[in-house]
């Protein structure tokens, strides 16, 4: 096994995969660094506002932040991941593009700037 081995790692890879494809992938996917600037809230508290009953794949929520200087956002999550208290809602610079992050997952890989 390489030196730097992480079988945690190497189970979210295959579960991903799995999740993905419908099978577990031959080899590790390829790994990448982040080094981009984003802009973060944290999630306090998260409302259900609507889901379509017809489908349930319409979901609306309400978005509360941590840092309470922020109001509250309402947000179709069709197509995206559905957040969890303590993740964040992360908008990139540059294309503005809207996601939310695990807590861990952004905390590892973000500093905060301050200026």
């Not at 990139?92 to 939310?100: H, L, T, V």
Request: one cysteine or more.
């Amino acid at each position: 096994m390489p030196e730097n081995y992480d079988p945690d790692l190497s189970e979210y890879n295959a579960m991903c995969a799995k999740e993905m494809f419908g099978h577990l992938a031959a080899k590790e996917m390829p790994r990448y660094q982040s080094h981009k600037e984003v802009h973060a809230l944290k999630i306090a508290h998260i409302e259900h506002l609507r889901t379509d009953t017809t489908t349930d794949e319409n979901p609306i929520v309400k978005i509360h932040f941590v840092d309470t200087g922020f109001l509250p956002i309402e947000i179709n999550l069709r197509g995206k991941p559905t957040p969890d208290v303590g993740w964040y809602y992360v908008v990139y610079d540059g294309d503005g593009y809207k996601s939310f992050s695990p807590a861990k997952a952004f905390e590892e890989g973000y500093t905060l700037i301050t200026k």
